[in-house]
């Protein structure tokens, strides 16, 4: 019984000094359309990326003007892309599956691997089109209403997968000139269409995306440090702060246990002599 007395106590002792976990600052990663603050009477950059809608068409060379959003369902393809890195990792596949929604057919022949197409297309039906956690006003919204006109000077196109045959995606930056006197933030929404500048040429549906980071809270282990030893002051004790204070409880603990394992070796040897 004595034995179980002093487990109990060095465990309670133990809680004592050990101290309880931190909380530290993990990261979360969202998708999210890329927002941008304009200045009053100021300017911003925003890049964007930009995507075929015409199958046979030649690709654009040079920056046209936005005019209205692309069909829900190629919209849908494309917010789903986004949302799993198709757009980085496969932008030949997410090209395809937007040319199915468009023509209603697959383009190439069947000899064409379009396996990551084909889920793209099928999965992509239910997304809903909500935006993607933008702050601010809509920049197609604030191109219409005159408080925000938009330029581009180095939009050309993307080096193309050589199955494709020819170039299907470009980009560059944009260059938001807010007219108004007022700041104004203002997200680009997928989908955005971008018209041709040349009659010839296609149109394409454009894209602004960042990963945003929030911070949520994990549980980690307290980090364990060597006391400092304390500096006595010309008179008096100190306990040289929490460091000091800790020490002295691991001190009067160890002073305990010894105490309380040397009564109970007393006991149990008068016990053991009756």
Do not use: H
Not at 59 to 76: K, T
Not at 136 to 150: N, P
Not at 209 to 236: D, F, K, Q
């Amino acid at each position: 019984m004595a034995r179980m007395m002093l487990t109990g106590f060095i465990l309670a002792l133990f809680l004592l000094v050990g101290g309880a976990p931190a909380v530290a600052q993990a990261q979360d990663s969202q998708l999210a359309e890329v927002s941008v603050t304009i200045p009053a009477n100021g300017e911003a950059s925003l890049p964007f990326t930009g995507m075929c809608l015409e199958y046979t068409e030649p690709f654009p060379d040079s920056f046209g003007s936005f005019n209205g959003m692309a069909p829900d369902e190629v919209r849908r393809i494309l917010k789903y892309s986004l949302l799993n890195g198709y757009t980085v990792s496969d932008d030949f596949q997410v090209q395809m599956a937007i040319w199915r929604a468009i023509e209603g057919v697959w383009p190439y022949p069947d000899s064409v691997d379009r396996t990551l197409a084909e889920e793209i297309y099928a999965e992509s039906q239910n997304v809903t089109l909500d935006p993607l956690e933008g702050e601010g006003v809509a920049l197609d919204v604030a191109i219409a209403d005159g408080s925000v006109t938009v330029t581009s000077e180095d939009f050309a196109l993307t080096e193309p997968n050589p199955v494709a045959g020819g170039p299907y995606m470009g980009g560059g930056a944009l260059t938001l000139k807010n007219n108004t006197d007022q700041a104004i933030t203002v997200y680009y929404p997928f989908g955005l269409v971008l018209e041709a500048e040349q009659e010839a040429a296609q149109n394409l549906v454009t894209f602004a995306t960042e990963l945003e980071e929030n911070p949520i809270a994990t549980p980690t282990p307290a980090p364990t440090e060597e006391p400092t030893p304390p500096v006595l002051p010309p008179t008096g004790v100190s306990l040289g702060g929490s460091g000091g204070l800790l020490s002295l409880l691991t001190a009067s603990a160890g002073l305990l246990i010894l105490a309380g394992g040397a009564y109970i070796f007393r006991r149990d040897g008068s016990d053991t002599r009756t």
